[in-house]
Each structure stands twice: as C-alpha cells, then as structure tokens.
C-alpha cells in the first residue's frame, strides 16, 4: 500500500454547549491510502455520518464544534482551512454520495445541470456538456441524453443513485465518502451500486470510504474494517481478519445478526438494548451495558485501544477471550 493519502487523529465533533456537549464523534482514529477501500460500519447513532461530514468540515458550526483532533489530507489540516481553501476540496478532492438520493438531489433541477455544476466549479475549461453525459453512460444510464433532461422524480431509485454517483465521481476525487449508498434501494440495486462503486473506483485509483450498519456488505468490498459504537472505533483491522476472528463482542453480535444464504437451521441473535444517548456516555467501557461478556472492570474502567497485531486494535479488556 502507498503512503496515507487522509489520516484521522483522535478526531471530536460535539453537539451543544461546550459545558455540557453531546459528544457524537469522541476520540476516532484511522487511516486511508490511495486505492484502498475503508470501511465504516455500526448501528444508526453511533457517529458514523458525523464522522464522514467532519472529513471535509461539513459539520455546520453551529450547533457542533470540532472540540479536538486532527484530519490531515495530503499533509493539509483540514480543519485549520479557510472556507475558500475548503470549497477547493469539497467535490473536488473529497466527494460524496449521500444515502437518499430522493433527499439529496434538487428537485427543482434536471439532473444534467446538476451534475455539470460541479464540473463548471471545479474544471471550468472542460467540455462540461460532453461530460456530463460520459458521466452518466459511465454510471450505466442506457439513455444518458434523456436522463439528462430528466427531473429528479422522473428517474427510479437506482437511477437516482446512478446520478448521485455520477455528480460525485464530476471532478474525478481522490477520495470518495459513500454513506450507506444502498440505503434506500432493493437488493438486486444494492448489489448493482456496489459492483458499479468498486468498479469505478479501480477504473479511477480513488480512495473509498464505505459507511454502512451492514457488515455482510463490507464482506467482498473493503480491505480494512473499523467498527464504531458510540462515538469510538472499537475494533480495527483487515476485513477478513474482523469477520473471522472478531476480537470485540460489539464486532460478534453484529455478525450473529447476518442472514447467510447457507446458515442451515441457526437463528440470528439480535443486540439487546439499543446504542447509548451521546449526551451522557456510560463510564467506563461504553458496551458494558449490552455486552454479554461485561464484568464489574468494564463499568468501571474505560478500555484502551489494545493492539493486537499490526492495524489491528480492539477496544475490549477481555479481547483475548474472543477467537483465541
């Protein structure tokens, strides 16, 4: 792998009042290099989407601060820039595609104008018409040209997410965000979009940063996991290390709640309990609560990032208990 194309260094985004913050992101590290796919993956309010927002500081100040760390893209620190400095990454450098494309797209807009906007920003000397519409027969729109006049509600789900992917890809980023892509779609789409990102990403040599509640998902795409609860990155490491030997009980439980095509008679075993309110973490480990395996230390005393092995962490005082 190449050198880290954006590092994240204990990076805090909290919500609120600086004397009683809620504190959504808390302390999360990790890495990305050209090529690599990264995955992003827990339950619904555990920081992911903060997390991703903050890459590119579009977390809106206020109502949320960034209270400490660091994010460094090609040796930039993102968040000491200027908001020009910032429009010059923002869709150029860093895009994303967010998980409603219903939401996400305007509607009062044929979906050719807003694609070439980005391209008309960013790359003013290029044929922003022929582009778009290389763009959009990239994504695998069979009718580019009448996709292009297209409205918004004019087009399915999956094209709309095909047109979301293509206003992402306008300026050819380096690093690209997709935040629970397929959210919103069928199956048979969400294996489309998927197949289509990988694809396009090894065409382009960009970056991806994969977020998703779905570690199945992540089975055949991402080269490394990091796996979040409540507002931490828990556990870490190679994705078929992490799914096959997972050395957090966080990391188990997700994967006992995966429907297999091939898992013969055994029941899918649900979390218990739900993730903790961000305005008031529990002390000491944050799963203690739901965690099968808790002991009086885990409510007592907040785990370190243990390393197990090289890019390998877990956040667990009893890690070795798992998979030993």
């Known amino acids: 792998m190449s050198e880290s194309l954006l590092e994240v260094r204990d990076l805090r985004v909290y919500f609120g009042s600086r004397e009683r913050p809620v504190r959504a992101v808390d302390g999360v590290s990790f890495d990305m290099r050209e090529g690599e796919t990264v995955a992003l993956v827990g339950e619904s ?7 991703a927002m903050a ?9 949320g601060f960034y209270a400490g760390g660091e994010v460094l893209y090609r040796d930039q620190h993102v968040l000491q820039l200027d908001e020009r400095s910032l429009r010059d ?3 150029n450098e860093i895009s994303y595609i967010f998980q409603d494309p219903g939401a996400s797209l305007n509607p009062v807009f044929r979906i050719g104008y807003q694609i070439r906007e980005a391209i ?5 000397d290029d044929d922003a018409e022929h582009e778009v519409l290389e763009l959009m027969q990239m994504v695998g729109m069979s009718d580019p040209q009448r996709a292009a006049r297209a409205y918004p509600h004019e087009l399915s789900g999956g094209m709309q997410q095909r ?3 293509a206003m992402a890809l306008a300026c050819r980023p380096r690093v690209l965000i997709a935040d629970e892509p397929t959210t919103a779609l069928d199956v048979t789409i969400q294996a489309q979009i998927l197949e289509l990102l990988v694809k396009l990403q090894a065409e382009l040599g960009m970056a991806m940063l994969l ?4 570690l199945g998902l992540v089975a055949g795409v991402a080269h490394h996991v990091n796996v979040m609860y409540a507002g931490r990155i828990v556990e870490s490491g190679e994705t078929v290390d992490v799914l096959t030997r997972p050395r957090h009980p966080y990391t188990a439980g997700l994967l006992k709640a995966v429907p297999r095509l091939q898992g013969g008679d055994e029941r899918l075993v649900g979390l218990e309990g739900t993730v903790p309110n961000p305005a008031g973490w529990p002390e000491g480990c944050r799963f203690a609560p739901r965690c099968p395996m808790r002991q009086p230390r885990c409510e007592a005393e907040d785990p370190p990032a243990n390393r ?3 890019g390998r962490y877990s956040r667990c005082h009893f890690w070795e208990q798992l998979n030993p």
């Open 89 to 91: 990454i923002r869709g």
């Open 308 to 310: 197990i092995a090289q």
């Open 211 to 214: 977020i998703t509640h779905n």
């Open 120 to 124: 008309q920003l960013h790359r003013p």
């Open 45 to 51: 309010g555990c920081g992911k989407s903060v997390t």
């Open 55 to 63: 890459l590119s500081r579009l977390v809106p100040e206020p109502p």
């Open 163 to 165: 047109a979301m992917i």
